[in-house]
């Protein structure tokens, strides 16, 4: 039976595969720059963003009543089309640097790092805090020893969600030049060229998942009650 797709299309499909192995291998110092720019940002958005998340969390636990503004400000930045955001902020640096593309990256990642900083913290039980003032533990000696302890779970899956959410948008940051693995992606799409979308798209990917468990890693490490608690489970 004889294939009814044009010969222009298998044409095609053979000069432009999905990926060429070859360009791969030639284009590598191009591929492991975009990969390590792509980290850098990634990890300069997530520093700068914890920082701002713990200030915002601290001052959220310490008056209740700024929990709601604060939501709802981290919200709204949450929502804001990521394009749009980096637009916007280009102007106030006067220039297309890495900053123009960190600080709009670490404001989405507010939203999710302070509720689970919040939530980490409102879930320690009200006995061990009632315990340890009983011992005569200071409010910072009693955060740092017994609250933060007992948080960490909550803040590590934040940390998670926060930073595969980082890696794909590090992607967009390419329409200012400071993309990373987006790019690859991007110059794939203007030539209509398919390996290195596919690299790029690939690596994303990847790189997402290997730091999801390096964190993951960290947390148990950080809280080993929840290594002995998963082994209990299986």
Do not use: C, K
């Amino acid at each position: 039976m004889t294939s009814s797709r044009p010969a222009s299309s298998l044409i095609a499909e053979a000069t432009n595969p999905i990926i060429r192995w070859e360009w791969v291998v030639e284009e590598w110092d191009q591929v492991w720059e975009a990969i390590v720019e792509h980290l850098t940002l990634t990890m300069m958005a997530m520093a700068l963003g914890l920082v701002v998340s713990s200030i915002l969390a601290a001052i959220a636990l310490r008056h209740r009543w700024a929990m709601t503004p604060i939501t709802a400000t981290t919200s709204m930045i949450y929502t804001l089309p990521s394009v749009a955001l980096f637009a916007l902020l280009a102007p106030v640096w006067g220039n297309l640097s890495r900053w123009t593309a960190v600080v709009p990256l670490a404001g989405y990642t507010l939203l999710i790092l302070v509720t689970n900083i919040v939530a980490g913290f409102q879930a320690v039980p009200p006995s061990v805090r009632d315990a340890a003032d009983g011992m005569g533990m200071s409010r910072a000696r009693r955060v740092r020893t017994v609250d933060l302890p007992l948080a960490v779970p909550y803040i590590v899956t934040g940390i998670r969600i926060a930073t595969v959410s980082t890696v794909g948008l590090v992607t967009v940051a390419a329409i200012i030049g400071q993309g990373g693995l987006g790019r690859l992606i991007f110059s794939g799409l203007r030539r209509a060229f398919w390996t290195p979308m596919t690299v790029g798209a690939s690596l994303s990917i990847i790189l997402a998942l290997v730091l999801d468990a390096v964190i993951l890693v960290i947390g148990l490490w950080l809280a080993p009650w929840q290594r002995r608690r998963r082994a209990a489970r299986s």
